[in-house]
């Protein structure tokens, strides 16, 4: 297969692994361009439930969803079978259990990923993953990525996406496949960059949402997330340098704003819980989404005991969500570290 020439085949089937509010928003999208769209969902009775109600029961019931347009399956393996390019959106926690059951080869598909966060057993991105586990090469990866919350996207709010393949021609076919009137879309190859940020700027919304309920007010919240941008800039010129990187740009500085500042970021919700004392335990009991965030922090803390990056912020996240220290402590010292 000449990957650089995939996306120039006729009559390509799109599929979505995962039922979330992310991966519904993205059948949508992709119900833009396509007749049918192919979706795994774990849950039959989701399924049930969708051809019924024409809604996802769990997630972003406002945004109509047509049966007869949906090849829906709790089977992983018949959705991948049907499909030559896959669209994986579960939950990072999730997605392990998920891939393990693929049996289908994957040789001559096109995935591309859009969980922001990390294959926790292994401390690796989705693209590692794949690339190292299951020996796709990275030129039949591809990332989304971007400041993007699902539920905006499902009120039609105007959005701007980032896709990235190793090869621009793969990137710029996926732009056309997922852009429409209110999302705009931009081609990238930095593959490594915008999937570690897009795991990374969890962590620090998880931070935000600490200090937000800890007290800290706008001005603070400016100078944490300036030093966050700088903690991604550490870490991806010491792990994976890259002279064509823009941090600057959405799909890393917009993905840490949006995430650390708005009302639909459930990482920033899952920190100010931390931060008023609930355990976490009890947070994930209580919250019906995955906070990335949570994991992404140990397989962070693990990863950075080779580089050593200095990151001040994510070692407090660290300390506090795993050593269970007291958080108004850890937050004053943190203070202490920022400029």
């Known amino acids: 297969m000449d990957t650089k020439q995939f996306f120039d085949r006729d009559n390509l089937r799109y599929a979505v692994i995962g039922s979330g509010s992310w991966a519904t928003a993205l059948v949508t ?55 030559d390019v896959l669209v994986f959106c579960t939950p990072s926690a999730y997605f392990l259990g998920i891939a393990e059951q693929i049996t289908v080869s994957l040789e001559d598909k096109f995935l591309i990923s859009a969980i922001k966060g990390f294959v926790g057993e292994k401390n690796q991105t989705i693209a590692e993953y794949f690339h190292f586990e299951r020996n796709i090469p990275f030129d039949n990866i591809g990332i989304i990525s971007g400041p993007s919350h699902a539920e905006e996207v499902a009120m039609h709010r105007l959005s701007y996406l980032t896709l990235t393949s190793k090869h621009i021609e793969n990137a710029r076919a996926l732009c056309d496949v997922f852009g429409c009137s209110y999302i705009k879309t931009k081609p990238g190859t930095d593959i490594y960059g915008v999937e570690y940020t897009a795991a990374l700027k969890n962590i620090y919304a998880i931070a935000g949402g600490i200090c937000h309920s800890l007290g800290y007010g706008d001005n603070f919240m400016a100078v944490l997330m300036t030093n966050a941008y700088h903690e991604i800039a550490e870490f991806l010129n010491a792990t994976h340098p890259d002279s064509d990187r823009v941090l600057t740009t959405s799909a890393y500085l917009g993905d840490l704003l949006v995430t650390g500042y708005s009302q639909f970021s459930r990482n920033r919700t899952f920190g100010s819980m931390v931060g008023k004392g609930y355990s976490v335990k009890s947070i994930q009991a209580e919250m019906n989404m995955v906070a990335e965030g949570y994991y992404a922090s140990r397989c962070i803390n693990e990863i950075n005991k080779e580089f050593r990056v200095d990151m001040p912020i994510a070692e407090a996240v660290y300390q506090i969500l795993y050593d269970e220290r007291y958080a108004p402590y850890i937050i004053k010292q943190l203070t202490e570290k920022l400029w």
């Open 29 to 83: 999208l992709l119900l833009n361009h396509n007749d049918k769209v192919g979706w795994y969902i774990r849950n039959s009775k989701t399924i049930e439930r969708i051809n019924e109600e024409e809604r996802n029961p769990k997630y972003l019931r406002s945004v109509y969803l047509d049966p007869s347009r949906l090849l829906m399956s709790s089977n992983v393996n018949e959705v991948v079978e049907n499909a």
